[in-house]
């Protein structure tokens, strides 16, 4: 695989990472934001009913005590347990910490309702919502972590509820059961979804990798690990002004080969060279195609030690193979392409029991000319090398 490609598939990665990563962040900045909304709104409930309790209440003392109580420290232990998930969500580039800040946050501040408003029954089941908020993560230990930490949690506010109410709210231990029968249920469930998620996410990863490689093969040649003339138009494309997503077949090539390409488009200065093996029929007759395939396959891997940032190759069918060059001059383009000539033409082939040669012709793309225009003129000028005695490079 060209080294091209390789760091095309790093920055794809790496720009896909960074998306999911800033989607967590946009979710976490949600969360916390509606969370905070929550704890306004307890606020303002508490505040009501206080107003709506206030006839009750007849010393002055015991109004103090109430407010202090259920209105002043709830409300500062949730803003505590919030500002502390803020400040983690703002400054700590640890995704795991950040992840678990959240949960537990929300647990403690569910957990202080809970135990503030004890005599609402409904609040007894509040802690389960953690638990399937933790599975958004599809993070094994971040969900167990944060379900050990909600029947924890739980089990400390029963007895907080126990110990710190003047009065027991009635049917108080039906509801804590109600509440750990819930926590317990959620547990099933958790798991469950827990494996299913972890199991789709396999299932896409590995249908995400199939693809690549369905993409690499449609654009690979397998025998020689070049670009096969699909994938050479494919790159092609990408230089293009127009779209040509939607042609398939020999109106997809036409559109592509006969498309002018502005100057502008391109990556500087652009040269093309198609590359003919020498004799290659004489070979396959002689030798076999298996012998062939072998000196197929040779100048492939040698084409592959060249294909870099400047340098891109591919099999234009049977022993025809193009280069082009782009971000170069012409003294690097036929510097690099007789280091090929010559790397070629100094391999020997004990299958054959002699060294073989390629003849080769360079063209510079010009402004307006189309693919195949370019094609013509390169073509031109192997059609001289290979007429003038053949190993040898012409340019148009």
Request: glycine share 6%.
């Amino acid at each position: 695989m060209d080294t091209n490609l390789k760091q095309k598939k790093i920055l794809m990665k790496s720009s896909q990472n960074q998306k999911m990563k800033d989607a967590y962040t946009a979710f976490e900045k949600n969360l916390s934001t509606s969370m905070f909304v929550c704890i306004l709104l307890v606020l303002v409930g508490e505040i009501i009913y206080f107003f709506a309790l206030k006839k009750q209440i007849f010393l002055r003392k015991e109004m103090l005590a109430y407010i202090l109580r259920y209105i002043v420290s709830p409300f500062i232990v949730n803003m505590i347990c919030w500002c502390i998930w803020r400040l983690v969500l703002v400054k700590s580039k640890d995704d795991f910490a950040r992840a678990l800040t959240a949960l537990l946050s929300m647990l403690f501040i569910g957990a202080n309702i809970l135990i503030t408003h004890n005599v609402l029954t409904g609040l007894y089941a509040v802690l389960v919502v953690v638990p399937f908020i933790a599975l958004v993560y599809e993070n094994r230990r971040i969900t167990r972590i944060t379900f050990g930490a909600t029947v924890l949690v739980y089990a400390i506010s029963m007895v907080i509820i126990y110990f710190w109410s003047e009065n027991l709210p009635n049917r108080f231990v039906l509801n804590a059961v109600a509440g750990a029968s819930a926590i317990s249920i959620a547990a099933v469930i958790v798991f469950h979804v827990e494996r299913f998620t972890i199991r789709r996410k396999h299932l896409v990863d590995e249908g995400y990798q199939e693809n690549l490689q369905l993409q690499k093969d449609a654009r690979y040649d397998k025998l020689t690990g070049v670009m096969n003339y699909a994938g050479f138009l494919a790159m092609i494309e990408c230089f293009l002004s127009i779209d040509v997503k939607d042609n398939v077949g020999d109106d997809y090539i036409k559109v592509v080969e006969n498309t002018p390409i502005q100057a502008n488009e391109l990556p500087g200065d652009v040269y093309l060279s198609i590359l003919d093996l020498d004799h290659f029929k004489l070979v396959n007759d002689e030798f076999g195609h298996d012998v062939g395939n072998i000196v197929l396959e040779r100048m492939g891997k040698i084409l592959q030690q060249y294909t870099g940032n400047n340098m891109q190759t591919a099999r234009f069918g049977g022993e025809e193979f193009i280069i082009v060059f782009y971000r170069t001059d012409y003294d690097e383009a036929m510097r690099t392409l007789k280091e090929i000539h010559d790397t070629f033409g100094n391999y020997y082939f004990p299958e054959v029991k002699k060294k073989l040669s390629f003849s080769a012709g360079l063209a510079k793309f010009e402004n307006g000319m189309t693919l195949k225009e370019l094609f013509n003129k390169a073509d031109q000028a192997l059609y001289h090398s290979k007429n003038n005695g053949r190993n040898q490079i012409t340019v148009a």
